[in-house]
Each structure stands twice: as C-alpha cells, then as structure tokens.
C-alpha cells in the first residue's frame, strides 16, 4: 500500500514548539507520523535556524527565508502573507500532486495560485485574523505598532476572502468555526494539537496560584497587568507569572508586589513543575479569536483553572474551569478554592471530558478530512 503523503506550508518552523502557532504545528507534524502519514514540510526561516529535529517526523523539510523589510508595509497584500510569498516554494508545490495544508492564512500566498487550481488544499486557520490584529491594536501602546496592527487587520480582512479556494478550513475553535462557517463552506472544527498524551493534573493542593504565557505579546501583558493592579494586590495569595520575554517595565512592577514573583523564561521542566503544583492558573484574557492554547496546558497540567469568559465561552470547556470576569470575581474566585483539596475524582472527571481534545482524537479527524478531498 503506497503511503499517503501531504505537503504542510508552516509560516514559522515549528521546533522549538515555544508558543501557540508552533505548538499546534509541531505536535500536529508529531501525531500525522504516528498515524502513517509522511510530511514534506515548507516552512519560513527568520527567528529560528534550521533545526534537524524536524526530519524525525517528516519526510523531508524545505527551508525558505521570509522576505522582511519596510517596503512591504506597502503592499496591498498583508505583511504576514506577502513576506512569505516565495517563488520557489510555488515551484516546489507544483513538483508534486499531494495535498496541502496551509497554516494560517500567513501562509496562504500561494493558496489562490492558478498552477495549484486542480489540487487539494486545506487551510488551518489559527485565528480570525483581522480580530487578532484589532486587539493587538488596542493592546498597543506604542504609536507605530499600533498603526502597524491597524493597517495589517483591514489587509487582513480584505485578504481573507481566498479561502475560498481551500477544499475544507479547520478552524481551531468553535468561535471561530461560527465565524467561517458562516463565510465559506466546507468548514471544519479540530482543536489545537498540543504536547500532553495524558493528564497530568496533580490531586491534592498547592501554595500558589500562576499565570502563564508569552510576556512578549502584548495581550499577555494586559492580562498580567490586570491581575497586578486589580487582583492580587488585593490579596494575600501568592502568584507566580511564569513566561519568556518578559518587557522591561513587568518585572520593575512586580518587585513590588510582595506576594506576586516573576519566574523569566522558565525551561519546559520548570513550566510543567509550576503548573502541576500550582492550586490554579489564573487567566484572563482580553482577545476573543482562536483556541487559547495556554487553557488546555492548564487543563492537562494543573488543578483548578480560573478563567473568564472570553478565554471559555463555546469552547466546550466551560465545565471545567471556575468563571470570573471582574476583578471582584476573580477574587471571589481564588478564596473560593484556595484551600479546597483537588479531588481523584475530579480528575477522573477531567480526564473523560478531555479525550475529544487529545491528540489521536483530532488525528483521526483530521485524516478523515484529507481522505474524503
């Protein structure tokens, strides 16, 4: 039986898998080789180098340069989709007649092209684009990134009409689902891959309460900025912000919050330590689009989850997580379970309403979609 091979354009390399984009990607790239398919990857090189890792899961992998620079901000394509715009990876698409899946619309340059008419093309979206960039706008404080977001979510959702020649778009979260289902056809729902085979979720309690995340995106930031100023420093309760990156003026701030600490740039042990003996994550957020990857790591590692509703709503994990919304919830939140024992139950519990976002689940989900193109 000949194996069944597909072409995957990835707008990033995707090892190391340090954040939502490449995390989906990567153990996507992961589950694909343990289910018998072989991946010849395309992928953008400007953050990373060439990592050797990847062929352990792929057939083989293309490596090209994103064309960054200042005149493309006047492009009338977006900067994320014309800096990736690279003739010869048109060339190498046409070289074969598998089918290919493009990750985000960053990488669907080519998705419109007339040579790949004929083929299968499947589109991951990895948020609606143009929200994504208008919250990034809002978030921004700085003058000429807040431009940049604003001129980049128009392009964004001008552009967006060419998933229309997508065969199927899987979108990453029943939000998002709505939102394309009710623009194109053919659309599909498969959450977020991710780096947990099992939960890890520990019983008992634990001394601290995290947050966790990117503290270089600035939507982050807003939401640990939230919990400084309006939550925990109406709290005796100790916080750990945990992440990479983190902005000059965040750790100056927390230095003064005696119960709050800041843990830069943790490895991937340290970050699965914190969060299996954390007694909560704590996460707001304030951008509505996509899956938010940091609450199914949370879900899988840690004990309670606190959240508000824009990180849960239709998510199908609402079930699982302790609702707050104002920073009076939030702090009624965290009395309430501060001391409250994490049960084997409820991790019992967990664990079966988990299995629809396990990975060999959505594996198989996502073969089925590309053996019915």
């Known amino acids: 039986m000949p194996e069944t091979v597909i072409n995957m354009v990835a707008f990033d390399i995707p090892y190391p898998a340090n954040y939502g984009g490449s995390i989906d990607i990567f153990y996507k790239l992961k589950t694909l080789k343990e289910k018998g398919i072989a991946v010849i990857l395309h992928c953008f090189e400007y953050n990373k180098s060439e990592q050797p890792e990847l062929e352990n899961y792929c057939k083989s992998v293309v490596?090209?340069?994103?064309?960054?620079?200042?005149?493309?901000?006047?492009?009338?394509?977006?900067?994320?989709?014309?800096?990736?715009?690279?003739?010869?990876?048109?060339?190498?698409?046409k070289a074969n007649d598998f089918p290919i899946l493009f990750e985000g619309l960053h990488s669907c340059a080519f998705l419109d092209a007339p040579e790949l008419k004929n083929r299968k093309k499947i589109v991951r979206t990895h948020n609606i684009e143009h929200d994504y960039y208008s919250g990034l706008q809002k978030a921004s404080k700085n003058l000429f990134t807040k431009t940049y977001y604003a001129f980049e979510s128009r392009k964004l959702k001008r552009y967006e009409p060419v998933l229309q020649h997508a065969n199927a778009i899987l979108s990453i979260s029943p939000n998002d689902f709505k939102y394309f289902s009710k623009q194109y056809e053919n659309v599909g729902y498969i959450p977020a891959f991710h780096p947990f085979y099992e939960l890890k979720s520990k019983p008992g309690e634990g001394t601290y309460f995290l947050y966790h995340g990117n503290l270089s995106v600035e939507e982050n930031e807003m939401a640990v900025h939230f919990l400084i100023d309006q939550v925990f420093n109406r709290l005796e309760a100790q916080l750990i912000v945990a992440g990479k990156t983190p902005g000059k003026k965040l750790p100056e701030k927390i230095s003064k919050l005696p119960n709050v600490t800041l843990q830069s740039n943790p490895s991937e042990e340290?970050?699965?330590?914190?969060?299996?003996?954390?007694?909560?994550?704590?996460?707001?957020?304030?951008?509505?689009?996509?899956?938010?990857?940091?609450?199914?790591?949370?879900?899988?590692?840690?004990?309670?989850?606190?959240?508000?509703?824009?990180?849960?709503n239709n998510t199908g994990l609402e079930d699982l997580c302790e609702l707050a919304d104002s920073a009076e919830e939030f702090i009624a939140a965290i009395n309430k379970i501060s001391t409250d024992e994490f049960t084997t139950e409820q991790i019992s519990e967990r664990k079966q309403k988990l299995v629809e976002f396990t990975n060999d689940f959505n594996g198989d989900k996502l073969l089925k979609i590309i053996e019915e193109l």
């Open 63 to 93: 490596y090209y340069p994103r064309n960054k620079g200042l005149k493309f901000l006047f492009s009338p394509l977006p900067y994320i989709v014309v800096t990736r715009k690279h003739q010869q990876l048109l060339k190498n698409l």
């Open 270 to 312: 340290e970050m699965n330590n914190l969060m299996q003996n954390a007694q909560a994550c704590v996460l707001p957020t304030f951008q509505g689009t996509g899956l938010k990857l940091k609450l199914l790591t949370s879900l899988f590692s840690s004990r309670y989850v606190i959240a508000n509703p824009t990180m849960v």
